[in-house]
T-cell receptor, first 110, second 115 residues
């Protein structure tokens, strides 16, 4: 009940396109769902996060969609840029413990 | 406001040795958690401390331990190092209580290589 499944493993998108990464969780007790962006040699940086009482949250070009009944959430990156090329991790948790997905390596081609 | 600071950034140890890693949380944050990141296993939760007490523990052997000081700074220790302990060790901090305090920020990590 602790797994978070993330897909796809890798993603190639053209500049200006939409990048979509999906995650599914099992534990209904989770109440915090963040997305992190990680560049090589760096620690994960918090991108955006959502709580289960909200179905969508948007910050700039980044949007989280959350489906509580399906136990799924996704990250949409609008107008993807080459600078967005990084590894993205979804996570789920509560009370200061996070379970991470396996990560998605995003490459945005100019 | 300074972020989460981890030292040392890089270190090389020999099998059987022990290592101590340090973490200074964001000012005002009272919760510190540790994660191990490897290419094979991804990001895995080690443990979490709040007000010097361990509140959560992941599924790691007893060779992995940690502690938190009264100023919220934290250390983690790995004894009897094995080759498989080679990883990026990440410290994260948050305010601590439930709700908005759950926003978790990561440091740059300590790269440990065991030879």
């Amino acid at each position: 009940q602790q797994q978070v499944k993330q897909s796809p493993q890798s993603l190639i998108v053209q500049k200006g396109g939409i990048s979509i990464i999906n995650c599914a969780y099992e534990n209904t007790a989770f109440d915090y769902f963040p997305w992190y962006q990680q560049f090589p040699g760096k620690g994960p940086a918090l991108l955006i996060a959502i709580r289960p009482d909200v179905s969508e949250k948007k910050e700039g070009r980044f949007t989280i969609s959350f489906n509580k009944s399906a136990k799924q959430f996704s990250l949409h990156i609008m107008d993807s840029q080459p600078g967005d090329s990084a590894t993205y991790f979804c996570a789920a948790g509560g009370y200061n413990k996070l379970i991470f997905g396996a990560g998605t390596r995003l490459a945005v081609h100019p | 406001k300074a972020g989460v600071t981890q030292t040392p950034r890089y270190l090389i140890k020999t099998r059987g040795q022990q290592v101590t890693l340090s973490c200074s949380p964001i000012s005002g944050h009272r919760s510190v958690s540790w994660y191990q990141q490897t290419p094979g296993q991804g990001l895995q939760f080690l443990f979490e401390y709040f007000s010097e007490t361990q509140r959560n523990k992941g599924n790691f052997p007893g060779r992995f331990s940690g502690r938190q000081f009264s100023n919220s700074r934290s250390e983690m220790n790995v004894s009897t190092l094995e080759l498989g302990d080679s990883a990026l060790y990440l410290c994260a901090s948050s305010l601590g209580p439930r709700g908005d305090g759950n926003t978790i920020y990561f440091g740059e990590g300590s790269w440990l290589t065991v030879v």
